[in-house]
């Protein structure tokens, strides 16, 4: 399993961005995928999940009310929309699936990752 993330870039605060994650190879051996996103300086942090069948979302409380995960129907993209955004959400992007039903918010769970994608938003 190949993945590319990619949508990262320059907002404002009080923006809004929307990350998109290229999903290819054995897509059919994928059950669960994820956001997550490293600071500089901070450890990786669970942003949100999604059951790659059934598409259901769960949310870190960083992101919870004002996110959306999603996944085209062709199960080749999943998606962050991500509204609001503060300086504080500066980092580094990542996806990453899983194979197992594991902890949704335990990277070390992840199978796969993809390269990562920086936003940056700016005060």
């Known amino acids: 399993v190949q993945l590319q993330a990619s949508g990262g870039g320059l907002v404002q605060a009080g923006g809004s961005m929307r990350l998109s994650c290229a999903v290819s190879?054995?897509?059919?051996?994928?059950?669960?995928m994820g956001w997550f996103r490293q600071a500089p300086g901070k450890e990786r942090e669970f942003v949100s999940a999604?059951?790659?069948?059934?598409?259901?979302?769960y949310y870190a409380d960083v992101a919870r009310g004002r996110s959306t995960t999603s996944r085209d129907n062709a199960k080749t993209t999943m998606y962050l929309q991500m509204n609001n955004l503060q300086p504080e959400d500066t980092a580094v992007y990542f996806c990453?699936?899983?194979?197992?039903?594991?902890?949704?918010?335990?990277?070390?769970?992840?199978?796969?990752w993809g390269q990562g994608t920086l936003v940056t938003v700016s005060s």
């Open positions: 999604i059951t790659w069948s059934s598409a259901k979302a």
């Open positions: 990453a699936a899983a194979r197992e039903n594991i902890p949704r918010g335990q990277s070390r769970s992840y199978d796969y």
């Open positions: 190879g054995r897509t059919l051996s994928i059950y669960v």
